[in-house]
């Protein structure tokens, strides 16, 4: 199993960081898609994961410096994206399921997508290398590019 070797204070001290960032990428994606558009901040955002993934595993091996990094590049992408997919999400349902639908959405991507990155990702990581965690996180990236055009394509039969 991967172990952190890190102490608790510094991890902590970056988790807070990463936090701080957090908050910035949600204002400033709401901005960005008020300029650009969801749709397209969203595309933009998996695509940048998608290459945040090929320089991952470097990241995390890079040291210190390397892992502070990884986490606020991370944070940023992750927020920036999450920011606007709940906007995205419930304009997919009539106003009059659009609560069910987009929490029922939320709850179960969370359960199957993200539920089991923590536990995943650490064992792809001790038994095939960094690597293995880097297509791990590719693998959420083009599944989220391969919903956003299943979903452009289904907002294009409905209109």
Known sequence: MLFIRES?????????????????A?????????RVGRRYLLGVSAIGIAGFSGFAPQLLDGGAAGE???MVIGFALMEIAFGRSSGAVA????????????ALTSDLA???????APFV????????GLVAA????????LGTLIA????????QRIS
Request: hydrophobic content about 55%.
């Open 110 to 116: 969370w359960l199957v997508g993200a539920g089991f």
């Open 121 to 128: 990702a650490p064992v792809l990581a001790s038994k095939f």
């Open 68 to 70: 502070i990094v990884f």
């Open 148 to 155: 956003h055009g299943i979903n452009k394509e289904l907002a």
């Open 91 to 102: 304009a997919n349902f009539g106003s009059v399921r659009r609560y069910t639908g987009a």
């Open 26 to 34: 949600v204002i400033a994606s709401g901005l960005l898609a008020d």
């Open 134 to 141: 880097g297509s791990y996180l590719l693998s959420g990236a």
């Open 8 to 24: 608790v204070g510094r991890f902590l001290a970056i988790e807070i960081v990463g936090g701080i960032v957090c908050m910035i």
